[in-house]
């Protein structure tokens, strides 16, 4: 063989591609850098900052799951929101039995409930996700509008359930002591529960990253979301694929759930289908199919809304979604489009 | 007779409202390498697809090695035996190219041997090993798509049109890695547009047109006869001749 003909031929990527590329990355920076400029006084800045991070860290939790389900199969699931609340009340149920660690001023026997409440409502909602993919969702492949109801359908259904079993009202739990109140960094107050979170969740990315990036089967979920035909064509059944990562998703909802549930204090049937609004921007910023982008575009939504929420109140949520036009208007696929083979 | 490895027997395949393959007949004997000639849109690579399960026939049968495989799940045919390097080279842009051969070996593991062989046969993926799949040039992802394809040891490889937009050289180049291919015990059914690569590799050679086979025999035969030739000239050989 010719070895000239097939010298290898290395193309550097150019600074420009290069700063293209990681331009996302220094969105939540600039993000952040805004907001100090915006609200002034840096123990303030510091307390929203953290409360960002904390809510966005909870709702990329919620989101993950979503969208690399809608990157390998293209399955819409509206139905998502039901993990959420069925997760927390999961969760609520565990730590209520639990009462004698929660209560207990022991940290570790309060982390251990939250742990083993966390542990429960995995297990359910991932068994759950497992029911919902083979019943509602399998039946219709390929099929957006038939997905969108039946998922919807779906969603009624379990808050329907929540309702039977739980009753119709809203629960309240206080958060075990060790997760309640502050730490005082200088001036400035930062609740103990939005530090967890923001661990629970860096934690969670990093794990999900390393599955990603390192594992056999992370390996053929990314490669399924690129190509799922050519990943069917080396031999390996998608749909197995997809059941996991449903049942993976809908476990890391149900995670989502007790841990927002945590942060509310309080619990409903609706809770999540109505963090599912900030979660489907989320998504959608991200680009859907994108770990990374959803990763960005939660603490982008996270923060944003706690500085509203302080600067100007009544635009807040809409501030979220004039981010996710602005974004999108930049990068009409989202911050890390994914690319499909076809 | 000679032992068929692949049979197809008045395969039809329906894309969406288009009846696109209108009773395919095709035998691909074992071992060496067939060739499938015809025009563009004359149905070749929807034939590949449908042997692949990537569609499923309307009608007619597909046999490989002895079982019949039309209606299977795509998964099951590959691991019966059945390599496909796609039109699009169906690379992984985002995973590495050593990811890209690791996922292609279905069983978990490489073997070692042949996969210095391959890096014999395409330096390519020895260099860029570490590499984004997506940043190799066209001829090197069409290598790494081979390359995947025989990372383990298959009955029949499927190839669609590997000389696809690239440079002579690295035609060459190509021609040479699927003509050693061929010293192996593998099949090859290759669907190919550029005459001089499908004549030095084909032993067998059909021709496609209108998703039918106009005709079937040896290359030898065809590559000999200029009338044949300029009978199906107009079908699939004016651009390269
Ligand atoms: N996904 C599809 N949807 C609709 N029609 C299709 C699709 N794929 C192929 N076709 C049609 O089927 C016919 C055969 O296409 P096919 O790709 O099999 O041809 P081909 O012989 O491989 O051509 P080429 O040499 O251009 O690759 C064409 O008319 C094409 O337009
Ligand atoms: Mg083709």
């Known amino acids: 063989m010719s070895s000239t003909a097939i010298r290898p031929k290395l193309v550097a990527a150019s600074p420009a591609e290069r700063l293209k590329s990681a331009a996302p990355l220094l969105l939540a920076p600039v993000l952040a850098g805004l907001g100090l400029v915006a609200i002034g006084d840096g123990a303030t800045w510091l307390t929203l900052t953290v409360a960002g991070l904390a809510m966005g860290l909870m709702i990329f939790i919620m989101a993950s ?173 998608i749909r197995r694929l997809f059941l996991l990562v449903f049942m993976a998703g809908s476990a890391l909802a149900g995670l989502g759930g007790v841990m927002w549930g945590l942060y509310q204090e309080t619990i409903t049937a609706h809770m999540g289908s109505e963090i599912m609004v900030l979660v489907f921007v989320v998504v959608i910023i991200g680009g859907l199919g994108s770990i990374e982008g959803c990763f960005i575009g939660a603490l982008l939504v996270g923060l944003l809304s706690n500085y509203m929420a302080f600067l100007a109140p009544k635009v807040a949520l809409v501030s979220t979604i004039a981010l996710m036009v602005g974004v999108l208007m930049w990068r009409p696929q989202g911050l890390y489009p994914v690319v499909k083979a076809k | 007779m000679a032992d068929i490895l692949l049979r197809l027997a008045g395969v039809h395949t329906h894309i969406g409202p288009y009846h696109i393959l209108q009773g395919v007949d095709l035998e691909v004997p074992r071992g060496g390498v067939s060739v499938l000639l015809g025009r563009n849109g004359a149905g070749k690579s929807t034939t590949l697809r449908s042997i692949m399960g990537l569609w499923t026939p309307s009608a007619g049968e597909i046999h490989f090695d002895g079982t019949r495989i039309d209606g299977q799940p795509t998964p099951a045919i590959s691991r019966a035996g059945i390599a496909y390097v796609p039109e699009n080279m169906g690379i992984f842009a985002d995973l590495t190219v050593g990811e890209n051969m690791t996922l292609a070996a279905a069983s978990g593991t490489m073997d070692p041997q042949r996969l210095s062989w391959i890096k014999e046969l395409f330096p390519p993926i020895a260099t860029f090993w570490d590499r984004p799949a997506g940043t190799l040039s066209g001829g090197q992802k069409q290598m790494l798509s081979v390359s995947r394809a025989i990372i383990e040891p298959r009955k029949l490889i499927l190839i669609d049109e590997p000389s696809k937009g690239l440079a002579p050289a690295i035609i060459r180049a190509m021609t040479d890695a699927l003509r050693q291919l061929k010293e192996t015990e593998t099949t090859i059914l290759l669907v190919e547009q550029n005459f001089q690569m499908a004549k030095s590799l084909g032993d067998t050679v059909a021709v496609m047109d209108d998703g039918r086979i106009v005709h079937a025999g040896t290359m030898a035969e065809l590559a000999a006869d200029n009338g044949l030739q300029e009978r199906l000239m107009g079908l699939s050989l004016e651009v390269h001749q």
């Open chain 1, 65 to 237: 799951g979503l969208t690399v389900v809608f990157g390998l199969m293209d399955v819409i699931n509206f139905g998502h929101g039901a993990f959420v609340s069925v997760g927390a009340f999961v969760g609520f149920t565990v730590l209520a039995w639990l009462a004698g660690w929660t209560q207990s001023p022991a940290v570790m026997l309060n982390l251990l409930a939250v742990f083993l409440a966390i542990l429960a409502s995995m297990a359910v909602t991932g068994g759950i996700g497992l029911m919902f993919e083979r019943v509602i969702v399998a039946p219709v492949y390929g099929h957006h509008l038939k997905q969108i109801l039946v998922t919807m359908g779906g969603l009624i259904v379990a808050q329907q359930l929540i309702h039977v079993i739980w009753g119709p009202d809203a629960i309240h739990l206080s958060r075990p002591p060790s997760l309640q109140g502050a730490v005082i960094f200088g001036e400035a107050a930062i609740e103990k529960y939005r530090l967890f979170a923001v661990a629970v969740g860096l934690v969670l990315f990093v794990a999900m990253r390393h599955v990603l990036r390192s594992t056999r089967v992370g390996l053929l979920v990314r490669a399924g979301v690129e190509n799922g035909e050519m990943v069917e064509a080396l031999g390996y059944r």
